[in-house]
């Protein structure tokens, strides 16, 4: 058999990580540049729309109406992380579940706005909805009893909304993981392991969780943040890590850590709750209408979408009476299908 020459083969494809073949590289990450665009432009869409709303349900009504801006919008989605911090303390969740939800909460609002979506809701629904996901899941009864104020529709409303806007993808991938790998991998260093105290990983593991309330992992990997959390605790060590896992990119990597660091201290603690009232306070006038249970735009809302459910109703009902008319309720396409099922001659006796 002929050889085949060796310039006829297919190249072979460079591996990548598991991380860099997920749905978390590929459609969630961003430059901090990109994130701004994104919500400015999801905000000023959303004001324009609010605003036409108010409009055509009382001209001039939306004059003295102070819209929320992008970084008001996202103040307040960061405030709603913290409850999600303290409901997962409540239930006492495992990480997984608390990281996950956040970042849920985060993706939802880098499509929606809170002036459509209220972040209370949302978050009750991104965290129910981690549990599920992690397989870590409670009753709806038992979740929403436990929390005040809330109904167990209060979440089943939003989930699908939630599941849609997170695109149905799930999985994500955490800096506390590749967190506890650097601590595994430096447990081997010479000099090192005296000097390894839990006290350590844990104040680490806090840097790790300071990051939520900030955008570092729309813009790096669960890695990089866990490095750089490490590198705030222990920051001889992880120059140490660095050399050794990546002796060519040292000089890039460091660069990348320093930014994260500098983010975690600068923004990765809560919003003051004063701040956030005034937000809150605003939020209440200028909320989309048609979201507001009893409002005219709501009722409008929802008249035009009963009007067009029954519209499809009565086209089905149509078109299903057109085919009981023609003797055959299943269509022509399958009454010609199963009239080809004849042709077949199943008498296979042999003749002998």
């Not at 409850?83 to 956040?102: D, S, Y």
């Not at 849920?104 to 929606?112: D, E, I, P, S």
């Not at 201290?265 to 006038?285: A, F, K, Y």
Request: net charge negative; hydrophobic share 40%.
């Amino acid at each position: 058999m002929p050889s085949v020459p060796t310039n006829d083969l297919p190249a072979s494809q460079p591996k990548i990580s598991l991380y860099e073949g997920s749905t978390q590289f590929k459609n969630w990450r961003y430059s901090a540049d990109q994130l701004k665009h994104i919500r400015r432009t999801l905000n000023e869409a959303a004001v324009a729309a609010i605003r036409k709303t108010f409009e055509t349900d009382e001209p001039g009504s939306s004059t003295g109406v102070a819209f929320l801006n992008a970084d008001e919008e996202l103040l307040l989605v960061k405030l709603y992380i913290t409850k999600i911090t303290q409901l997962c303390g409540h239930f006492r969740f495992p990480e997984e579940v608390e990281a996950t939800a956040i970042t849920y909460l985060k993706r939802f609002y880098l499509k929606n706005t809170v002036m459509d979506w209220h972040p209370k809701n949302v978050m009750l629904t991104a965290l129910f909805l981690a549990t599920k996901t992690t397989n870590n899941p409670i009753s709806l009864e038992m979740y929403t009893t436990h929390i005040p104020k809330t109904a167990p529709n209060d979440v089943l409303d939003l989930e699908f909304l939630v599941a849609q806007s997170l695109g149905f993808e799930f999985a994500v991938w955490h800096a506390y993981r590749a967190l506890w790998g650097i601590w595994l991998d430096v447990q081997n260093f010479p000099g090192v392991t005296e000097k390894l105290e839990t006290s350590l990983y844990d104040a680490a593991l806090n840097h790790v969780r300071a990051s939520r309330l900030t955008d570092v992992e729309l813009i790096y990997s669960p890695s990089q943040i866990a490095l750089s959390a490490f590198s705030l605790v222990f920051p001889d060590v992880a120059s140490q890590w660095m050399a050794l896992k990546s002796p060519h990119e040292v000089s890039t990597l460091s660069t990348i850590v320093d930014d994260i660091k500098s983010i975690i201290t600068t923004h990765g603690h809560p919003p003051s709750v004063e701040s956030v009232r005034e937000v809150d306070r605003r939020l209440r006038l200028c909320k989309n209408p048609e979201k507001v249970v009893g409002s005219k735009a709501y009722l409008a809302r929802k008249m035009d979408a009963e009007r067009s459910a029954a519209e499809k109703r009565n086209k089905k009902a149509v078109e299903v009476q057109k085919a009981m008319e023609d003797g055959d309720p299943f269509g022509n396409e399958l009454a010609e299908k199963r009239g080809l099922a004849g042709l077949v001659d199943y008498d296979d006796d042999d003749d002998d």
